[in-house]
């Protein structure tokens, strides 16, 4: 049906197809079955609907490595950099996402995809208003510029992707963070790049990010600001930074960011604190009633104050990491704080700006609603308008 020539039947075996291909067993049968070939003509040649669920169906299975390689020999790699620019958001979308899979392997499909042309509209895709077309675009830019030589990295600074990368930074939005980061450092080696990054106001950003509670993003900070030469205090001395940011960065960059009650507090570390009662400021984070935990000096009520870093050290019990001077400054030591924040309050100066929206925070984000929606306990599945909203 893909091959009809009835419009309406290959869109229909299109869509079929694409919600078949999510379930994990289905990708090797569709494949085995000769799906992937007329999925990638659709691309080119379907109705802009049959596009999106040719796009659609191919991201599930580009799960497969072999299904990779099936779609690369297809002939995929034009059309779907040409959906990039799609009036269909969610083409787009997805066109990006099935890029994002194939530039993650070696060789050949990093190589195709530029030279089809992908590099910018990847780079405008940075500025979707989709921060799922957002995430594809930078996992495919990174994909394109990890690698030991990063022969592509000077093609994406002259794109002018520095910019929106570090937009994207300054969002709180933990994957797409994370792979902004990591492209950012990527294509560092770049004389350009890294004249680009001083210049636009990143050295900022990257400062409070070495300070976040992920390691991994925060050892991609450490070394940005190691080859920007900024100098810089880290919170963890001991981090191992013999691991290449080309070797291996995770498939997921900055999953590990969450943004619970133990982590947001971190993102405030721009802004001064102001105690309501006082606390002892002890040396290690760790709570151990047999371990001696030197007291280093006191935090007044009404003192102001940076928190840095904010963990769960036991079940119930949280500590913060204190400084005084700065966000960036030394930090004082660990003080233990209460769960819901109450042993600090945030200054009136500091919650204007977070309300008016120039910090980037989770308070008062922007989330978007998938168009398809399963009802519990049934396979069927309705069609929900695309809507955004806010939540505190």
């Known amino acids: 049906m893909l091959s009809s020539e009835s419009s309406k039947a290959a869109t229909h075996a299109a869509g079929a197809l694409w919600f078949l291909a999510a379930i994990g067993t289905n990708k090797e049968k569709i494949a085995a079955a000769g799906g992937i070939a007329p999925l990638v003509a659709l691309l080119a040649h379907g109705t802009a609907e049959a596009q999106r669920f040719a796009a659609g169906a191919l991201w599930h299975l580009a799960a497969v490595g072999d299904n990779k390689s099936a779609m690369v020999g297809a002939g995929a790699i034009p059309p779907l950099v040409a959906l990039l620019a799609s009036e269909s958001a969610e083409a787009s979308e997805y066109a990006a996402a099935v890029l994002s899979m194939l530039a993650r392997s070696q060789g050949g499909p990093k190589k195709a995809i530029v030279q089809a042309g992908g590099v910018a509209p990847l780079v405008a895709l940075l500025s979707d208003q989709s921060v799922m077309t957002q995430r594809h675009s930078a996992c495919t830019l990174w994909g394109l510029s990890e690698g030991k030589e990063g022969v592509y990295d000077k093609e994406i600074v002259e794109e002018g992707a520095i910019q929106p990368l570090i937009q994207m930074l300054m969002r709180n939005h933990a994957e797409t963070r994370g792979f902004a980061a990591a492209c950012l450092l990527c294509v560092c080696n770049d004389a350009a790049a890294r004249d680009a990054i001083r210049t636009s106001g990143g050295s900022e950003i990257w400062l409070s990010l070495a300070q976040t509670p992920s390691k991994w993003l925060r ?174």
């Open 219 to 392: 050892s991609q900070a450490i070394e940005m600001l190691r080859l920007l030469e900024i100098p810089f205090h880290s919170p963890d001395e001991h981090l191992n930074m013999t691991t290449s940011p080309r070797a291996a960065p995770p498939g997921s960059p900055g999953r590990a960011l969450g943004m619970g009650a133990s982590s947001s507090a971190a993102l405030l570390s721009a802004f001064p604190v102001v105690a309501t009662k006082t606390l002892p400021v002890r040396e290690d984070a760790s709570v151990d009633p047999d371990k001696a935990n030197p007291r280093l000096s006191e935090l007044h009520k009404g003192d102001t104050a940076y928190i840095i870093e904010r963990r769960e050290v036991v079940p119930g019990t949280f500590r913060a990491r204190v400084a005084f001077e700065s966000a960036t400054s030394v930090p004082a030591g660990w003080v233990t704080c209460a769960k819901d924040g109450a042993d600090f309050l945030i200054s009136e100066s500091a919650y204007a700006q977070l309300t008016l929206g120039t910090t980037p925070i989770h308070v008062k984000m922007r989330f978007h609603v998938f168009s398809f929606q399963l009802h519990a306990n049934t396979y069927n599945s309705e069609r929900l308008p695309d809507r955004d909203f806010f939540t505190d």
